[in-house]
């Protein structure tokens, strides 16, 4: 009875405390539709196809992450018993060749020579039993550099979406890149911007789900922290936009009512 209440009452923690990643992928090919079908054959489009591609990439990666990966392990296991039993054979070979202790000053430096051999010992195989987490760490890290990188051309890509121009008849000079959207299409690719920044933060804290490092936790840390500081610089411009939009909505008020006036 016991146990059936305890795992009735741990069922939502195991269904709703962590990040699900078909869920992730599902949302994310939703956001590959959206923007291919708003923006056909743009360089946004394809850095989401890319960012899809990289998600599934994740995925596999992940299901490595999960488990143990058995081929470092068999090695490790093999390496260690291998140490041991060299070390065993080395102090069994040492017994018999020594002719006996001859004074407090043997004794002495024989157990020098024990306490330094069996430091070194533990690191060897303290070495060999962490080789399988630093390499998940590693092909962590690797995989957060790609989801950084794609972060920073997110960026790329709105950095020349400027809505100032919208608020006024400001003159392009001869290198003003060419700004052809209306407010509404420049709203929505700055949308997308940023859900494609949350996505990526998303696909970076699955890393921390299935790996206990605080190394890829702080690499976490960091690609959470760039996406939300980049999707913070988006969202400034979208208040502009809002402004911008009242600011077209008070003069289209404001002409109607001249109009009815002079009517």
Known sequence: MLLRDWAFLNLPARKY????????????????????????DSGLSAVVSELNQVAREIEDLLGKLRGPIWELRVLTISAILALVGLAIWVIVMTMQLSPGVNGIADVLQAAESAINELIFLSLAIYFLASLETRFKRWMTLRSLHRLRSIAHVVDMHQLTKDPAYLLGHLPPTI?????????????RYLDYCSEMLAMLSKLAAL????????????AVNDVESLAQGLSNKIWQKIMILDLASEQEDQDRIERIKAEVSKG
């Not at 962590?18 to 291919?36: N, P, Y």
């Not at 290198?175 to 709203?187: A, D, I, K, V």
């Open 17 to 40: 405390s962590e990040l699900k990643v078909k869920q992730i992928l599902k949302t994310l090919d939703s956001l590959t539709r959206r923007v291919a079908e708003r923006f056909p």
């Open 175 to 187: 290198s003003s890149p060419q700004r052809t959207m209306t407010s509404y299409q420049l709203t």
């Open 207 to 218: 890393h921390a789900q299935y790996v206990e490092d605080h190394v890829v936790l702080a």
